[in-house]
């Protein structure tokens, strides 16, 4: 029974952390990032956006490792940032696509 009452707790503590979490829009226009900093906290999500006429490819390297695909004008694709930190996000077909974001 103590074990049922621990994950029980367990799950409601997700659901609590996922509720309280924000999304960002981060817009792709004109091969670029329409900021260069997005400030968010541990559970947050940036949403990218392709706003613009061309493919682009979010990914990050280093600390939080994701390769979002290929993301064609008018797609979107969320990240959820679960670990705090500092983390370069980059576009695989445009490398001077450049988003540093601050995780706290």
Not at 26 to 32: A, E, F, H
Not at 66 to 71: C, P, R, S, V
Request: charged share 25%; net charge positive.
């Amino acid at each position: 029974m103590e074990k049922k009452l621990v994950w029980v707790a367990a799950a409601l503590s997700l659901i609590s952390f996922s509720a309280n979490a924000a999304e960002v829009v981060v817009n792709q226009s004109d091969k670029k990032f329409d900021t260069k900093k997005v400030d968010i906290k541990v559970g947050d999500s940036v949403k990218f956006v392709n706003s613009d006429k061309i493919t682009h490819n979010i990914y990050s390297s280093k600390g939080l490792k994701f390769d979002l695909g290929a993301q064609e004008p008018g797609a979107s694709s969320s990240k959820v940032f679960d670990k705090a930190g500092n983390f370069k996000v980059r576009c695989a077909i445009h490398p001077r696509m450049k988003l540093t974001v601050n995780v706290n």
